[in-house]
């Protein structure tokens, strides 16, 4: 059983534990969200505000997969939301972590980020949403020698997973999907 599977089940059990993972993650030094599977935004910490540069709307059919106002790939070349890491993790039921992004403010400022979206399944092994945490750069690497030390210095794996059960208990994606409609 996968540790998400086995720490969602402890989780869900006990009491007053969304309340203390909401305080964990407004503490998280990231951008941190959570999708349900139609891609609506179900929660999103005080990072995720920052690195939007705006607030979300949570479970707006019109905000899909992220609360950016535009993205780019790293190329600069456009990026339709409906395309974005949170939308393919979803999409495609796939892990997609450590990918990188620029994210646009509605103020035309950009930051380039490294993306770690990864879907959530029911018991029953369904899609039921996903979650992503973004890594800020700072500032954008141009040369190979600089990404190295970037990744080498990201978060490890599994500081990722246990914050992705987090989110994924925050934003009730274990919860029946009743609760999403």
């Not at 969200?33 to 891609?39: F, T, V």
């Amino acid at each position: 059983m996968p540790f998400s599977a086995i720490a969602a089940r402890r989780a869900t059990a006990l009491p007053g534990l969304r309340s203390a993972w909401r305080a964990i993650l407004d503490a998280v030094p990231a951008a941190a969200y959570a999708c349900n599977s139609n891609g609506w935004i179900t929660y999103s910490n005080a990072q995720a505000f920052t690195v939007w540069g705006r607030t979300a709307k949570l479970r707006d059919p019109r905000a899909r997969y992220c609360g950016s106002h535009r993205l780019f790939n790293n190329d600069g070349t456009p990026l339709p939301h409906e395309r974005c890491w949170m939308a393919r993790a979803l999409l495609e039921d796939r892990s997609y972590n450590g990918c990188r992004i620029v994210i646009e403010r509605l103020d035309g400022s950009r930051i380039h980020a490294l993306a770690y979206a990864n879907p959530v399944h029911s018991r029953a092994g369904q899609v039921i949403g996903a979650v992503n945490l973004i890594a800020e750069l700072s500032p954008p690497e141009k040369s190979l020698r600089d990404q190295r030390a970037v990744r080498s210095a990201s978060p490890r794996a599994d500081t990722f997973a246990i914050i992705e059960v987090a989110l994924a208990v925050l934003s009730g994606l274990y919860w029946p999907a009743s609760a999403f409609d």
